[in-house]
């Protein structure tokens, strides 16, 4: 532990890439296996539960430090962190403790998932006081499943990469699929990671994906993509849905499905399972699991979506996100919920065929050979994402403003000769998100908290809200209808901290009301009713866009704004 925690010392000091990897490789080249196979987990992005509850962490705290809970409270809110804070207060340890990574996780704190409170109470300061501070503090953070630290998946790649002398490619193909939960990190799985290269390699797989290709953001005007990107025949032009992307991997007569965060998703998901007998061994797909309801005439086919210049935008196939979330936050899937939102994967590339590795073909031919997989498998639960056509780009602008009516975000542009890569590279080809400008609507600050690390000390955490009536109203108030804590610099957020303080009206534990004087125009990627919240309306990925300083708050939007975004 005290090693691990003397890694994460040296991450969290420098924001140089060099030192982190420096630290990376010092630690990977002395760790054990078994330590080492747990920090990749960590570093990598594996995110365990909570193995104790934040209320029994804080009564121990206070009662081991003596403060009273309002004014650990108080120390919490100031510092920002719970690890670091509880770190901070609980009695130092007289002696260091050498165990490694592996033993205190899997004989010590694993162990604590589930045991009553008056058991905690026992174990955990027996367990503290044999920690010094840094390893104090990295140990409650695992506890909490807190654990972050600025290091990347491709950082952790690359130091890997360069211990074991191997290409960066081949380690980030081995480590898809090592963060899942149901995978428990051990020396075995850790020294496959940085084994030799075999000739046999691909064929002992398994279930396991392809490192996902991602695309970069587009947002030059279309004016500019002739100069850009070249003729627009040069380019495959698909949808971008607004779903869970997916591979769906079939080998040795079973079926995985993996999610875009590595996450084994295929009991989430039972109407694909009969993929397993559609789809021959040595297939994997990637794609995008989405709702589909699809009316009963007109079969989605290639060019589906693509709109005649006089054509009205169809009814939306693709049904809102918030629907496919409705499914993937529930423990059990009853058939009204399977029958409400049916899901279908649309495929738009094909990664391995026939047990061959085809990312290295052009995205044409892959293209192609998709359609006819997805032809013959006969799959009401596997479309082909329309490729839709266009004379050039101004066409293709012109067809990307029905997007909202379908119910997608805007349009993928991928290069038809481009290979699929790694990551967001641009070394093997490159794909375009031109995504649709947000929506946007004027709201109201309304409450403010503190925020958490660096932000500890500022008030940098806001709920908005908008009028329940028009400006002519005899009587109306304030809704809140959304959270946002990004989209302002720093110099502005020291700006609307101190206003927060002086125009505070009431406290409710770390939140703060105030009188309403700040106007902010907020973004967002999607819109959908909802009875969770007392708008009535939730919206996704809210983030601030800037501050009105022009507007008064009498001039906000109101509920109907919000409504007629719902159109």
Not at 155 to 163: G, Q
Not at 195 to 206: F, I, K, L, V
Not at 464 to 473: H, L, Q, Y
Request: glycine letters at 6%.
């Amino acid at each position: 532990m005290k090693a691990f925690a003397e890694l994460y010392t040296r991450l969290d000091a420098t924001t140089s890439s060099n030192a982190k990897l420096a630290a990376l490789h010092d630690y990977f080249t002395q760790a054990a296996p078994d330590d080492a196979a747990w920090a990749v987990f960590f570093l990598a992005g594996g995110r365990p539960r909570q193995l104790v509850p934040s209320r029994v962490l804080r009564e121990q705290a206070t009662e081991l430090s003596g403060l009273a809970p309002w004014l650990f409270e108080e120390s919490y809110q100031a510092v920002g962190d719970l690890a670091e804070t509880l770190s901070l207060l609980l009695p130092h340890a007289d002696h260091d403790n050498d165990e490694g990574l592996a033993v205190w996780l899997e004989e010590k704190l694993l162990p604590l998932r589930g045991l009553a409170p008056e058991v905690l109470a026992e174990r955990l300061p027996a367990l503290w006081a044999q920690l010094d501070r840094s390893s104090l503090m990295v140990c409650i953070k695992l506890i909490t499943g807190s654990f972050r630290v600025g290091v990347s998946k491709l950082l952790v790649t690359r130091a890997l990469a360069t211990m074991a002398g191997l290409d960066s490619k081949r380690v980030a193909q081995r480590l898809v699929g090592y963060t899942d939960l149901s995978h428990r990190p051990t020396a075995p799985s850790y020294l496959k990671l940085i084994a030799p290269e075999s000739d046999d390699e691909h064929a002992q797989r398994g279930g396991q994906p392809y490192p996902f290709f991602l695309a970069h953001a587009l947002q030059q005007p279309v004016e500019q993509f002739e100069a850009l990107l070249g003729p627009a025949e040069d380019w495959q032009v698909e949808w971008k849905w607004d779903g869970i992307r997916a591979q769906v991997v079939k080998r040795e007569g079973r079926l995985w499905v993996w999610s875009r965060g590595e996450e084994l998703v295929t009991e989430r998901f039972p109407e694909l399972h009969s993929l397993a007998q559609c789809l021959p061994d040595g297939t994997v797909i990637d794609g995008e699991i989405v709702v589909w309801k699809a009316p009963d005439t007109a079969p989605a086919v290639e060019g589906e979506f693509a709109l005649d210049s006089d054509a009205e935008a169809p009814e939306p196939w693709v049904q809102p996100f918030a629907l496919l979330q409705q499914r993937i936050g529930r423990k059990t899937l009853g058939k009204k919920i399977l029958g409400d939102a049916p899901v279908v994967v649309l495929g738009y590339d094909l990664l391995e065929w026939q047990g061959h590795d085809w990312r290295s073909r052009p995205q044409h031919e892959r293209r192609t050979q998709l359609e006819q997989v997805i032809q013959a498998s006969q799959s009401p639960v596997l479309l082909p994402s329309p490729v839709i056509t266009g004379h050039d780009w101004h066409d293709l602008a012109r067809q990307r403003e029905a997007a909202r009516s379908l119910g997608v975000e805007g349009m993928m542009l991928k290069a038809r000769e481009s290979l699929y890569g790694v990551g967001r590279t641009k070394d093997m080809g490159v794909w375009w998100k031109w995504k649709l400008d947000p929506f946007s609507v004027d709201a109201v600050l309304i409450y403010a908290q503190r925020g958490h690390g660096r932000r500890a000390s500022l008030y940098s955490d806001y709920t908005f809200a908008v009028w329940d009536g028009p400006p002519d109203a005899r009587e109306r108030t304030l809704v809140p209808f959304a959270k946002a804590y990004s989209g302002l610099t720093d110099e502005e957020m020291r700006k609307v901290d101190a206003i927060i303080r002086k125009t505070t009206v009431e406290k409710f534990g770390p939140v703060r009301s105030v009188t309403p004087t700040l106007v902010f125009e907020l973004g967002f990627e999607g819109i959908a009713l909802s009875k969770r919240h007392k708008s009535g309306i939730a919206v996704r990925f809210p983030r601030m866009l800037r501050w009105r300083h022009d507007k008064p708050v009498e001039e906000a939007d109101s509920l109907a704004t919000l409504q007629d975004l719902l159109g």
